[in-house]
């Protein structure tokens, strides 16, 4: 009967410790995929200040917020104030995803990072949303300094949908 215990007991616990991994490769995975988007996008927005590259990761939703005009009309006086892209510093992340027992949950990510220009630094904040297994950029900011401020204020009000279940993550880049 001992015998018996012990090997339920190491199985169940073999079992929760093999979740746990699970779910921690999951979390890694997903910064990892969407960091190379939020990244990518980034870089090759603030280089050619082509709205074709917002447009191209677009979550449906960005889409149906915001024609291509639209989005050429916001970022090409922004692409003009700020000249040539020098850097992309300071770069941080928030992570939520539902837990590993929430199947289809939507998974999400805001990057926070500063962009030096050859006439001024911006803000510029990504966020991302996994649909299908894929991730997709569903907003898209660039904050020049006398909108930082308010920018800022902005996002720190808006609340990503909330989970009772789910897992965070923060960190650097």
């Given at each position: 009967m001992k015998h018996a215990l012990?090997?339920?007991a190491v199985t169940v616990s073999l079992g929760l410790a093999g979740l746990f991994a699970?779910?921690?490769?999951q979390r890694n995975l997903a910064v990892e995929q969407s960091s190379g988007l939020a990244m990518s996008a980034t870089t090759r927005l603030l280089v050619d200040w082509d709205v074709q590259t917002v447009r191209e990761f677009a979550s449906e939703a960005l889409l149906a917020r915001e024609t291509a005009e639209a989005t050429q009309r916001r970022y090409t006086p922004i692409?003009?104030?700020?000249?040539?892209?020098q850097e992309i510093h300071d770069?941080?992340?928030?992570?939520d995803m539902p837990a590993w027992w929430?199947?289809?949950g939507t998974a999400r990510a805001t990057y926070n990072?500063?962009?030096?220009?050859?006439?001024?630094?911006?803000?510029i904040r990504v966020d991302l949303v996994r649909q299908q297994g894929q991730w997709r950029i569903d907003a898209f900011d660039v904050?020049?300094?006398?909108?930082?401020a308010a920018s800022m204020a902005a996002s720190n009000t808006r609340a990503l949908p909330t989970r009772n279940h789910k897992s965070s993550a923060r960190g650097m880049l």
């Open positions: 012990v090997i339920i699970h779910g921690y490769y692409g003009r104030r700020l000249g040539t892209l770069i941080r992340y928030e992570l929430q199947l289809g990072m500063r962009a030096r220009f050859e006439a001024e630094t911006a803000t904050a020049p300094p006398g909108a930082m």
